[in-house]
């Protein structure tokens, strides 16, 4: 069983990223270079979805209330509020969407069918073996959570040392120069925001590796809740 789910994952992984090769040596050096950079796009694109969905929220919001504003007093309060909604609605829209629209995980139809095929090519024809299947991916799922934790506790560490350094670089420099206030907090401030650039950069990469994973397991938990239901004719 342990073959069994390793062998699914692999596949899963290839179709997700749509990267096939025959060559034994292509594809191991393949899911160790091309693979973690595609995973981590993978990953981008899940997580800025609503984003995008935003953006076409404020596309849509502001047009329509370019137009109201036209038909009212620029100064009116009906232009005020038509702005305000304009501003926040498309927030709201996205925050408070149905779960319908999102708890999914993004996981589409042709990917569960697919990967159901690969869970009874790999032989796993009983529940109990789906079951059994169902375990192995719950502790996969289980490891990847404790590495993102441990990542983000990682990136906590390194963020609280270097508002530390940074602190006592504030300090060391304000008495062996006399660069003044205004030049320190300058310097200070130009070097704050480089590390907020950062520190959020990663973080983002890391929520993308998350959202990969997430995609990736659900869909094989799909699959196999799909299996179940082919076994029990009730698909």
Known sequence: MFEKTQWILKETESYLLDFRVNSFLLNKAARWVWFPLNYLLFGLRELFKPIVVLLYFYFFFFCIGAIFIEQVETQSLAARVALYLCLFLPIALVIFAVPSTYALNAVEKDQVVYVSKLIHDAGINTLEKIELLEQ???????????????????????????????????????????KGLTGIMRDSAESLVFMVICFISVLVIVQGYKRASEKLIKTIEFAAVERKAVYLGIS
């Open 136 to 178: 192995n991916i719950e502790s996969i799922f289980s490891r990847i959570n404790s590495r993102v934790t441990f990542y983000k506790w990682f990136l906590g560490v390194v963020w609280a040392i270097s508002v530390f350094q940074l602190n006592i670089y504030i300090g060391f420099i304000s008495k062996i120069e006399d």
